[in-house]
């Protein structure tokens, strides 16, 4: 794992730790993200959600072309509104690889079955 998703990942631990306003009483339990060692839940899939368009080209084509860039999200069946989210994005400087690899899909398998939301684009 390169230096950037170990930053990035520390990045999203430490935002969902200490998002919560120091004044705020009104904690519940469905307030604090509930992460789990051990494979606890069931794992939903959305695939192919359109996040925004990017810019393209064929090797035949000087005018650029609109294509949709998507994602895959895969979060545990539970009933949490606060979950923390790991952002995969894989190498391949958006000329190649793909966000359902097999390595891909079994990683975020792993991190939803224990309550993260697991976000991978391409």
């Given at each position: 794992m390169?230096?950037?998703?170990?930053?990035?990942?520390?990045?999203?631990l430490?935002?969902?730790?200490?998002?919560?306003?120091?004044?705020?009483d009104s904690e519940t339990l469905n307030d604090?993200?509930?992460i789990k060692q051990m494979s606890s839940y069931s794992v939903n899939v959305t695939t192919d959600i359109?996040?925004?368009?990017g810019l393209s080209h064929d090797?035949?084509?000087?005018?650029?072309?609109?294509?949709?860039?998507k994602l895959?999200?895969?979060?545990?069946?539970?009933n949490s509104t606060n979950r923390?989210?790991?952002?995969?994005?894989?190498?391949?400087?958006?000329?190649?690889?793909?966000?359902?690899?097999p390595e891909i899909v079994d990683m975020a398998n792993y991190y939803a079955s224990r309550g993260w939301v697991f976000v991978s684009i391409d």
């Open positions: 390169n230096n950037f998703l170990i930053y990035l990942l520390l990045i999203i430490i935002f969902t730790s200490f998002s919560k306003s120091k004044g705020d604090i993200p509930i359109v996040y925004a368009e090797q035949s084509s000087i005018s650029p072309f609109a294509i949709p860039l895959d999200v895969y979060y545990p069946d539970n923390p989210v790991f952002m995969f994005i894989h190498g391949g400087g958006f000329t190649g690889g793909i966000k359902h690899k």
